[in-house]
């Protein structure tokens, strides 16, 4: 079935350094979408992409659509303590739902 | 302002009982979800709703029931709780079907069975 795979499942930076998540998708998606959950809270939306080798920012956090739109990163530059959580990428099933990756869980050192 | 409601926030439970968890939203929104979400934090979609009818029923035990009422409400009841059956249950809604739409999520159940 419809799978989509992100690594790694944890990552622990110190505080300055960069992060990225990466997301793999076994088929071709119109679109993906991205999450962050904190610790204690839920899943909220960050961003969505929708057209092959798209690239969006949000200050320091940059999002990138492959060009066969069966991928996509999450890379975020001079993390700080307020980075921390689990980052989800998630992609349209076949029934109306999202597929969620497992997440990659960030923890930042200080 | 709470867009995606959930009640309680906390259940603790004993094995064996029933319980059942509440979910509300009021963003007008056709479709509702609900998610199990276990210690290593994948979300595992367990139903979905479209207008009050089912669209997903994942593999999940029978003694996981969903109801909605209407579209504005999707509740969980949960018969003969297990120990297995501990995580936190958020439950999710989208404005409908296509894929373009965002979800949000609502701040979670979460259920310890002793």
């Known amino acids: 079935g419809q799978q989509v795979m992100q690594i790694p499942q944890y990552q622990h930076v110190q505080e300055g350094e960069d992060f990225t998540t990466y997301c793999n998708s076994s088929t071709t998606l119109s679109n993906i979408q991205w999450y962050k959950q904190r610790p204690g809270g839920h899943p909220v939306f960050l961003i969505q992409l929708v057209k092959s080798g798209e690239v969006k920012k949000q200050k320091r956090l940059t999002f990138q659509f492959g060009e066969a739109k069966k991928n996509s990163s999450l890379h975020i530059t001079a993390t700080q303590t307020t980075d921390v959580g689990t980052y989800f990428c998630a992609g349209p099933g076949s029934q109306g739902n999202l597929i969620f990756g497992k997440g990659t869980k960030l923890s930042v050192k200080p | 302002d709470t867009a995606v409601s959930q009640t309680p926030k906390y259940l603790v439970t004993q094995m064996g009982n029933d319980k059942s968890i509440k979910c509300e939203q009021n963003l007008g929104h056709d479709t509702m979800y609900w998610y199990k979400q276990d210690s290593k934090k994948f979300l595992k979609i367990m139903f979905s709703y479209n207008n009050k009818e089912l669209i997903i029923n994942e593999t999940v035990p029978n003694r996981f029931s969903p109801k909605s009422p209407d579209k504005a409400h999707l509740n969980l009841h949960i018969n003969s709780l297990e120990l297995g059956d501990s995580a936190v249950y958020f439950c999710?809604?989208?404005?409908?079907?296509?894929?373009?739409?965002?979800?949000?999520f609502g701040p979670g159940t979460r259920l310890t069975v002793t």
């Open positions: 999710a809604s989208r404005p409908g079907l296509a894929d373009l739409y965002e979800q949000y």
